[in-house]
Each structure stands twice: as C-alpha cells, then as structure tokens.
C-alpha cells in the first residue's frame, strides 16, 4: 500500500500506479481492501514531506471519483466521506496557510474530492 501513495519520479510508473488504484477501486474495494482509505488519511495528516501528501491526496482522489460514478457504491461513498472530511478539512487549511504552486495542485484535488463527496449528500 506504501507504494501506492508515494510519488514517483517516473512519469510511466505514475500512470501504472494510478491505473492500479483505479481497478482497486473499481473491483476489490472495500471488500479486499478495507483499510486503503484508512492508510491514505494516515499518510495525509502524518506525512513527514510534500510528495507523500500529493500522491496520497491522489490516491484518495481515485477512490472517491470511481465511488462516485457507480451507484453500487454509494454506501462506500458516504462511509469514505465520513472517515476523509475532517482530515483534508485540516490539509486544506495547512496549504491556504503555505500556499505555492505546488500546494496548488493538492487543493484542486482535495475540493475535487469534497465537491463528490458533498454532492452525493444533497438531496436532488
């Protein structure tokens, strides 16, 4: 799971790493990977350097988009909403603090996640 959230420097394991978290999502989670979302928000809030954090946020971009598109996941979705909300809430606000470029990226995709995760709880 480690390699899965760590950021690599080369540009075509990047994308094979992505398309693993994809099917991840897609076929086995959560059943055969119930601690995945777990293990991401641990990297997130106890990441000791920026890559760890942007890969992981990533990571957990993934999961959340490929839950969002499928209604067989909707419980899934509002459990990984549950476990991720106070934690990116925390991130976002660290990067709005020390906000660069790069941290630019990272808040993209974390309101990317917020924007799925709080859609799916309006009502229609």
């Given at each position: 799971l480690d390699m899965l959230t760590r950021q690599w420097g080369n540009k075509s394991?990047?994308?094979?790493?992505?398309?693993?978290?994809?099917?991840?999502?897609?076929?086995?989670?959560p059943d055969r990977w119930p601690d995945i979302v777990p293990t991401i928000v641990t990297n997130i809030t106890c990441a000791a350097d920026f890559n760890t954090v942007a890969s992981s946020v990533e990571a957990l971009k993934a999961i959340t988009s490929v839950c969002g598109r499928s209604l067989s996941h909707e419980v899934t979705l509002?459990?990984?909403?549950?476990k991720t909300f106070i934690p990116l809430l925390e991130l976002s606000g660290k990067l709005f603090a020390n906000y660069t470029p790069e941290t630019q990226t990272i808040?993209?995709?974390?309101?990317?996640?917020?924007?799925?995760?709080?859609?799916?709880?309006?009502?229609?």
């Open positions: 394991l990047t994308l094979i790493i992505r398309e693993i978290i994809h099917l991840i999502a897609e076929i086995d989670y509002s459990n990984l909403s549950n808040l993209v995709s974390v309101f990317k996640i917020f924007n799925l995760t709080v859609f799916y709880h309006m009502p229609n």
